[in-house]
């Protein structure tokens, strides 16, 4: 079955710091994989996608298929990162996404 | 347009109840999600629309839950005979292509 995996419930990190939140999932093709995240008191919103390698407010990811990571990364974590960040996977060929539990960051100044 | 909205934001029922909420998308967008989300977990698939057509369906859905789109514009989302464990907080998405866009979600207190 799909899976998408994040073991941190919480990552503390000091203001300009680097940080890396952690996604693993389990799917044996190659599947599409998007970080989202929610400010306080905002809505969930796409942050980015594998696909388009972009960076987005400072963020990049990378798709690792040999170890099934999308692993969420920034050199220099600000306050206003401070947030709950889900990574989610869509199965190819269909609509489904599947997220996973989240991450809070909390960015300490 | 101010991004998707849902309404109602809360909803307290007691169990047994039948409850409905309602979704209106990005007035362009084609697409539209229905997720469940309960607390220390991430959002939930539950139903995906393409315009009017019920395209996907969680098995997680039982049939106690439906949703419509009548007009591939709003959607609607009914749970019947409510529990418990239908607690959970409903988001509703809306796209054009892999980029959704959320609503504000609608919190259900199940008594």
């Known amino acids: 079955a799909q899976r998408v995996t994040q073991p941190e419930k919480l990552l503390s990190v000091f203001k300009g710091a680097p940080v890396e939140l952690k996604c693993n999932y389990s799917?044996?093709?190659?599947?599409?994989l998007f970080w989202y995240v929610q400010y306080s008191r905002q809505r969930l919103q796409l942050l980015l996608r594998?696909?388009s390698r972009e960076s987005i407010k400072g963020f990049t990811a990378d798709l690792n298929k040999g170890e099934t990571s999308f692993h969420l990364k920034k050199p220099f974590a600000q306050e206003e990162d401070s947030a709950m960040y889900y990574c989610?996977?869509?199965?190819?060929?269909?609509?489904?996404?599947?997220f996973g539990t989240g991450t809070r960051l909390k960015v300490l100044a | 347009d101010t991004g998707v909205s849902q309404d109602p934001r809360h909803k307290i029922t007691k169990r047994g109840q039948n409850v409905t909420f309602r979704c209106d998308p990005i007035?362009?967008?084609?697409?539209l999600y229905w997720y469940r989300q309960t607390l220390g977990q991430g959002p939930e698939f539950l139903t995906y629309?393409?315009?009017?057509?019920?395209?996907?369906k969680s098995r997680l859905l039982s049939d106690r839950f439906s949703a419509e789109r009548p007009k591939g514009s709003f959607s609607t989302l009914e749970i019947q005979r409510t529990e418990q464990g239908d607690s959970a907080m409903y988001l509703c998405?809306?796209?054009?292509?892999?980029?959704?866009?959320f609503g504000p979600g609608t919190r259900l207190l199940v008594l």
């Open positions: 998405a809306s796209s054009l292509d892999e980029t959704q866009y």
């Open positions: 799917y044996s093709g190659s599947p599409e």
């Open positions: 594998h696909i």
């Open positions: 989610a996977l869509r199965v190819p060929g269909t609509y489904k996404y599947i």
């Open positions: 007035s362009e967008h084609n697409r």
């Open positions: 629309f393409q315009n009017e057509a019920q395209l996907e």
